[in-house]
């Protein structure tokens, strides 16, 4: 099924420059959750376990040319552990997936998806520290037409091979003198996507890792100063052994104007050198890059308009955009982006998006609609353009039925050459609570791609049942 996707971008580490506002190390969201927590409130530690099954049966499982049809039944386990106090909080989870499968070839029986996640958070009054880490090995074959680039967005590459894909990343973020004059962040991040037993050539491996320290100076209240260095470095085994290597500095700053307008800006100086191994080549882009946000609070939202200039491997990129959000009388939510984004010397491409979140008695529903511009791992600029829908309706207490739709198209925004392909899916899932900790979820769906290689279509239906333990407390 495809899910709303971000930006397919390449932009090397200056994804830093959002914001002067932003450079911040940690998420001040995260460890506010824990700080929030009065320190004689504080949850007893919770430790959970799911168990699920799931019989799954597809006419063509990869939307393959000719159809193959594939029949899995998945067995899941996974355990999750959580602890909150009043500065901070630890949370991990252990989840594999055994499977026994009709069609060897595409989807090995055996044990899959083993998968391990960290997040710890802690927060004093002048310091903040936040760790995360994950693990997960799963089939090239579970892929949709999309893999995870290292700033976390979704660059559109078809991986058609069988063959599995193992994706470790670990971050590191720290914060010192929240409350005093001059503060300190440091911000260090890795990320590994490696292959096996794959001959896809877009399925190659990618290894990043990043840095970011800034140093924070506080005049007064209504007033930040960022100074920052960033830097980072990649390696992809694709067809041109591609080696990245980006380093910079910035400066910045955040002014509250008034209790409902701010202003915040940022400026700095890149440098980019991309070695093509394969062919003994290589590139360099330098100069400048920055971003200028005017952002105000209304009483039910907020407004503001942004221009950025980003550097990546190719060059510069000029982006001027409108933004608003606001919560409507009937408690519907409604937010809307809308701008361009150019290169010097191409046409500008249509950037945005708009969602619409609304309620009715007895059921909820959204309609959203994305438009994203950026550069992929092959120096190639792609446009995706994002259409989905969905519809949850209450049947009772203890049933639903939920419809959605969903349409995407990947193609060339101007820059290089990249085939156009269409996919749509829809589905409709029936989920009831059997007894209290046990679901059941039957649905089908139809799936559609459009590509240069033909039209490849699949239907499908599934039953699961699931069943969560509570451990402790």
């Known amino acids: 099924m495809i899910r709303r996707r971000g930006t397919a971008r390449k932009t090397i580490i200056v994804a830093v420059a959002c914001t002067a ?16 927590v009065p320190a004689n409130q504080a949850p007893p530690p919770r430790l959970v376990l799911n168990f699920g099954t799931r019989l799954n049966h597809e006419s063509n499982y990869k939307l393959t040319i000719p ?6 039944f998945d067995t899941t386990l996974g355990l999750h552990f959580n602890s909150t106090t009043h500065i901070q909080r630890l949370s991990f989870s252990l989840s594999a997936l055994g499977r026994l499968s009709s069609d060897g070839a595409v989807a090995e029986s055996g044990l899959h998806e083993p998968a391990a996640r960290l997040s710890y958070s802690r927060e004093t009054k002048d310091a903040r520290l936040k760790i995360d880490g994950s693990y997960m090995r799963r089939p090239t074959s579970q892929s949709i037409g999309y893999t995870t ?6 660059s559109p590459q078809p991986i058609v091979s ?9 971050r590191l973020g720290f914060e010192t003198g929240l409350r005093a004059p001059v503060g300190f962040g440091l911000n260090l991040e890795g990320y590994n996507r490696l292959y096996s037993g794959t001959t896809d050539p877009n399925a190659y491996d990618v290894r990043t890792r990043s840095a970011n320290a800034v140093l924070k100076l506080h005049p007064s209240k209504v007033v930040e100063y960022d100074l920052g260095l960033i830097w980072s470095r990649e390696h992809d085994t694709n067809a041109l052994l591609t080696r990245r290597r980006s380093s910079g500095a910035y400066v910045g700053v955040s002014r509250a104007l008034s209790p409902v307008l701010s202003l915040s800006g940022q400026l700095g100086y890149q440098r980019s050198e991309t070695d093509f191994v394969a062919t003994g080549t290589s590139q360099i882009s330098k100069g400048a890059y920055g971003n200028l946000s005017l952002t105000r609070d209304t009483r039910t939202g907020s407004q503001g308009v942004t221009y950025t200039a980003a550097r990546d491997s190719i060059g510069l990129r000029n982006t001027l955009s409108l933004d608003a959000k606001t919560t409507l009388r009937d408690g519907a939510q409604l937010s809307a982006r809308i701008g361009a984004a150019a ?5 500008a491409q249509l950037v945005g998006k708009l969602r619409y979140d609304g309620k009715l008695p007895d059921a909820k529903y959204a309609v959203s609609i994305d438009r994203r511009v950026g550069l992929n791992a092959n120096d190639v600029d792609v446009a995706e353009l994002h259409v989905g829908a969905s519809y949850t309706h209450s049947i009772n207490a203890l049933s639903n039925l939920a419809l959605s739709l969903d349409w995407a198209r990947v193609g060339s925004a101007g820059y290089g050459s990249y085939p156009t392909t269409k996919r749509q899916t829809v589905e409709v899932v029936y989920s009831h609570e059997l007894a209290k900790g046990w679901n059941l979820n039957a649905g089908v769906q139809h799936r559609r791609q459009e590509s240069s290689a033909g039209t490849a279509r699949s239907n499908g239906a599934f039953l699961s049942i699931g069943r969560s333990f509570t451990l402790l407390p």
């Not at 069988?162 to 670990?170: D, H, Q």
């Not at 290169?343 to 046409?347: F, S």
């Open 343 to 347: 290169r010097p010397g191409h046409a």
């Open 21 to 36: 506002a932003a450079v911040g190390v940690l998420p001040r969201a995260d460890a506010q959750q824990a700080s929030d």
């Open 162 to 170: 069988s063959g599995t894909v193992s994706t470790a990343s670990a």
């Open 67 to 72: 159809a193959r049809a594939v029949t899995t």
């Open 149 to 154: 680039l290292p700033d976390g967005s979704l």
